[in-house]
């Protein structure tokens, strides 16, 4: 039995020191920028916004692989479900479109991609409607993620008041 406790005692210790992937970010508002939201973000960031006319889109860019790209527009619906849905199934249609990698949040998915056996990139998107408007968070279209990357920039925009 006390060989028992020392086991749980260990389980759960180890479960409680598992870092945040955002724990070394900081809150960003982007208000400034033309859209009410707060992410996290590193310090460092760069934001900028570009006007598309039918939508903004804002780029956010900080150290160790932080490279997120926002869309805003009139919402298309507002079954966030739906919107995500179809966004995946454009990623799907992409050629080197691998596999979903988590899809547990109905607002958003991590996938990969793979350009050939030797490399192997992540990606993210992410939905948020507000109102009448539409965001849609992924990674930046340049450059090759790692996991880790990608789950940091995924849990950075993920609505937290639910």
Do not use: W
Request: charged share 25%.
């Amino acid at each position: 039995m006390k060989n028992l406790c020392i086991v749980f005692s260990v389980l759960f210790l180890l479960g409680a020191c598992q870092s945040d992937p955002t724990s070394n970010l900081k809150p960003l508002n982007l208000l400034a920028h033309g859209i009410p939201i707060t992410i996290m973000a590193p310090d460092s960031a760069k934001v900028r916004t570009m006007d598309l006319l039918v939508q903004k889109d804002i780029t956010v860019r900080g150290e160790d692989g932080y490279d997120l790209q926002i869309f805003a527009s009139d919402a298309t619906s507002t079954d966030v479900t739906k919107i995500a849905s179809e966004l995946k199934g454009e990623v799907k249609n992409n050629p080197y479109f691998s596999k979903i990698v988590d899809e547990s949040d109905p607002n958003g998915f991590i996938y990969e991609t793979k350009l050939d056996s030797t490399s192997t990139s992540y990606g993210f998107q992410l939905v948020r409607v507000m109102g009448d408007r539409e965001y849609i968070f992924q990674n930046a279209l340049m450059g090759t993620f790692s996991k880790a990357e990608i789950q940091t920039m995924y849990e950075a925009v993920k609505d937290k008041k639910k």
